[in-house]
């Protein structure tokens, strides 16, 4: 029986003890920073009164109580729950259940978009990035977020992707695709219709796309040259935010930067050197 059980069915409490007791259960975070005081002052009880509790939980005195209470809360908060994609927190919830159950959702968002990724894809795109003249990133909303953070990561390796649509230049940037070159497109689902029509134009002038989805189902499937689902148990509309899908999407290109960096591993590294020598004075 852990330590919040042992709270509430330790017999022989005297009243003063309960109070103590019901307040380490209803507060266990809280309760883990005080001091033997604090506690003692939280509870309007004495310390020696902190220390018999103690004592009938089988701990010699207060600290040794605390640590049991800290691994605990540790080991809580490092438990996966099931967490709603949609609505990971609800009102009343504290500010720790809600960064637990976010923690929670993004570490099952990670795993589940680990589950459907395929060797052979993963190599495929990687090998289309590595091989494209020049990159051009699609994406609107939070994924252009993601997209930003792609476009810095490339820079790394000397790779300069262009955010199409960043300055509504879009067309432009359609207009002057080639076959040499690669479009990556990111959209959760994968339904945008602007970004199905340049879809289409790109795939009519032989330019590679590749498309990153949450929807399976997506239309641009069938124009893509190449689409990795990652898909996610989100609405499309009816969600307090984009966790889920952003988390996907963060870790699926985070794969493919960490991918073509690890095809050339020691030049990437010596990039590194020169760029410190360079910061040098």
């Not at 003890?17 to 309760?31: K, L």
């Not at 699609?138 to 990561?153: H, K, P, W």
């Not at 992707?161 to 070159?181: I, R």
Request: glycine content about 4%; aromatic content about 8%; proline content about 3%.
């Amino acid at each position: 029986m852990n330590l919040l059980s042992r709270l509430l069915t330790t017999a022989n409490l005297t009243p003063t003890e309960q109070r103590i007791a019901a307040f380490i259960h209803q507060s266990p975070d809280r309760a883990a920073a005080l001091t033997i005081q604090q506690l003692a002052q939280a509870t309007f009880a004495s310390h020696s009164a902190v220390v018999r509790l103690a004592q009938k939980l089988g701990y010699t005195g207060f600290v040794p109580l605390r640590k049991a209470l800290e691994t605990e809360n540790l080991q809580r908060l490092l438990a996966q729950r099931p967490v709603d994609a949609n609505f990971p927190f609800r009102t009343g919830d504290t500010a720790m259940t809600i960064a637990q159950n976010l923690a929670d959702l993004t570490t099952a968002t990670v795993r589940r978009t680990l589950t459907q990724l395929d060797a052979a894809a993963l190599n495929q795109a990687v090998d289309r990035i590595q091989a494209a003249q020049r990159l051009f990133l699609f994406a609107v909303g939070d994924s252009q977020i993601r997209a930003r953070s792609f476009q810095n990561e490339l820079t790394k390796l000397n790779k300069f992707a262009v955010l199409a649509g960043a300055y509504q230049d879009e067309s432009w940037a359609v207009a002057g695709l080639t076959a040499h070159d690669l479009a990556i497109f990111i959209s959760y689902g994968g339904a945008i219709h602007s970004q199905l029509a340049t879809l289409r134009v790109l795939a009519d002038c032989g330019v590679p796309t590749l498309l990153i989805t949450g929807n399976a189902d997506s239309a641009g499937r069938a124009v893509a040259t190449q689409t990795i689902v990652a898909a996610q148990p989100e609405y499309d509309l009816m969600k307090v935010g984009t966790f889920a899908s952003q988390a996907a999407f963060e870790y699926l290109l985070d794969v493919l930067f960490a991918v073509l960096y690890a095809r050339d591993y020691q030049h990437n590294l010596a990039r590194i050197k020169t760029r410190v020598n360079r910061q040098q004075p």
